[in-house]
């Protein structure tokens, strides 16, 4: 595979970014792979803040990936990919890259960084949810802070698993791997009452496993400001129902059918939207909204927020009415 | 992300989840000033003053505390900010804590020329800094890491 045949044009996502070539593939377990990215001309890499990830173009597509180093001075970016067949051909396509192929890829981003006043972090990974955690893990270690670790994965199938042990020390105290519901169910509920005052706790995986253990930690009495998790792994949102937007400012009206993001849409258009992580984390897109309901499916927005449908993120977001007015 | 939870009920930041209160009470304040604790095990505190001695008993408290525990803190703005200080430090966040504070009362005033800081018992808008004597001017900038208002040389700029 050549490089120009991968990269026809710069996504918006990627612009700006970084060009690098990969310089190491490793096999993790049968469907997770790590892909290392350095410069082509050698040197340092930017530095980023430990659980930021990367969005990667692939074909005429984007995706996220977390880093997995400590982000102190690196000269590579190495990220973890999981193999989804189903999925829109981004991990399939990552899965393709051999050693040599050229990327275009965004600086590194930064959504899921360590409370600087915290005095210990509470990692808690599942599946390939290990990979922004093994960053934290990693920078703790680094910068003399402590952390503990509750890693839940398949029995043999554990990315990054030799890595973590390798931590184990003064700064990450604890790694306690469970490969079933079962057990991680008491670790995760002795380790929710044991923990001094100082504590934050982060966790990453589906969206599934970690609304469970942000409901726990609550109900344990962890305020908000303690938890942090990451929420780029969303599952994959379906492509939606076809819907027309009418840009009030400008008079125009653009059909956005199913499986193109409004975003897409305004962009072939010719519209520059702001716009960072397009999976409806960030907050960057939103939009003006002056007549219809959105149907919000972003994670950035409050409940009240989308209840009052003054404002969407075209990103992900699309709408429950035939018709759509922006301010734009 | 942002968190989704809602803000605590004003005046009360007991919200629910929490396993257990520390209710430490300072100077004359009655403990009958503290919220419900819904049933959950409650540790009850009570000095005459946020003394160095006093804060180092409290950190101790606080050091041996886990995470789920909330915090109360009754009496004169100056004991209570002392302590609030102290609850930061080891990692108490602002919304686990919650002031009940003497309406009235003195409070301390941090002096930048001498690093002192000095017992306001008045609440004036001058104090004399027991450290260097300068009259300082008080301002409204309170800092939580001091438990202090912020002064400074009062008269400075006027010709001498």
Request: proline share 6%; glycine share 10%.
């Amino acid at each position: 595979m050549t490089a120009i045949a991968l990269q026809p044009q710069v996504h918006p996502a990627v612009e700006g970014g970084l060009h690098l070539e990969v310089t190491d593939i490793s096999r993790q377990t049968e469907s997770i792979v790590s892909i290392t990215f350095a410069a082509p001309e050698g040197g340092r890499l930017p530095s980023y803040v430990p659980g930021s990830h990367l969005v990667v173009q692939y074909g005429s597509g984007v995706n996220a990936y977390s880093l997995t180093g400590s982000g102190n001075a690196p000269s590579d970016y190495t990220i973890s990919v999981l193999r989804v067949d189903e999925g829109a051909g981004g991990s399939v396509a990552m899965h393709r890259l051999s050693v040599g192929d050229r990327v275009n890829v965004s600086r590194p981003r930064s959504a899921f960084a360590p409370a600087s006043t915290a005095s210990h972090h509470l990692l808690v990974a599942a599946g390939i949810g290990i990979t922004p955690i093994l960053s934290h893990a990693r920078a703790a270690v680094e910068r003399g802070n402590t952390a503990s670790m509750i890693y839940v994965h398949r029995p043999d199938a554990g990315a990054h698993v030799a890595e973590a042990r390798k931590l184990l020390g003064p700064g990450l105290t604890a790694l306690i791997e469970c490969t079933n519901r079962g057990s991680f169910q008491s670790v995760l509920a002795e380790a929710l009452i044991t923990q001094p005052l100082g504590t934050h706790l982060y966790v990453c995986g589906p969206v599934v496993f970690m609304d469970a253990v942000l409901e726990e930690a609550r109900s344990q009495g962890w305020s908000s400001a303690r938890l942090h998790s990451e929420a780029f792994g969303a599952a994959e949102l379906d492509a939606g129902e076809p819907f027309t937007v009418h840009l009030a400012r400008s008079g125009v009206r653009l059909e956005v059918p199913a499986g193109v993001s409004l975003l897409d849409t305004l962009e072939t258009a010719g519209k520059t939207i702001p716009n960072m992580c397009r999976k409806g984390i960030c907050g960057e897109c939103v939009l003006p909204v002056l007549r219809g309901a959105p149907q919000h499916r972003d994670l950035y927005l409050s409940d009240q927020e989308k209840a009052e449908n003054t404002t969407m993120m075209c990103c992900v977001s699309r709408s429950n009415d035939p018709e759509l007015e922006l301010d734009l | 992300m942002r968190s989704a939870s809602t803000p605590p009920a004003a005046g009360n930041g007991l919200e629910p989840g929490f396993r257990g209160v520390i209710c430490v009470s300072f100077g004359s304040t009655g403990d009958t000033a503290v919220p419900d604790t819904d049933g959950q095990p409650r540790y009850d505190l009570h000095f005459e003053a946020a003394t160095a001695d006093t804060l180092l008993e409290l950190k101790s408290v606080f050091g041996s505390s886990r995470v789920g525990v909330r915090l109360v803190l009754a009496g004169p703005p100056t004991d209570i900010r002392a302590a609030a200080a102290v609850a930061a430090d080891c990692g108490l966040l602002g919304e686990e804590v919650t002031l009940l504070s003497q309406e009235t009362g003195p409070r301390f005033v941090y002096c930048p020329h001498c690093l002192s800081t000095t017992v306001d018992v008045t609440a004036g808008t001058e104090v004399t800094c027991h450290g260097c004597s300068t009259i300082l001017a008080v301002t409204d900038h309170f800092s939580r890491r001091r438990g202090a208002y912020l002064g400074y040389s009062a008269h400075a700029e006027e010709a001498a």
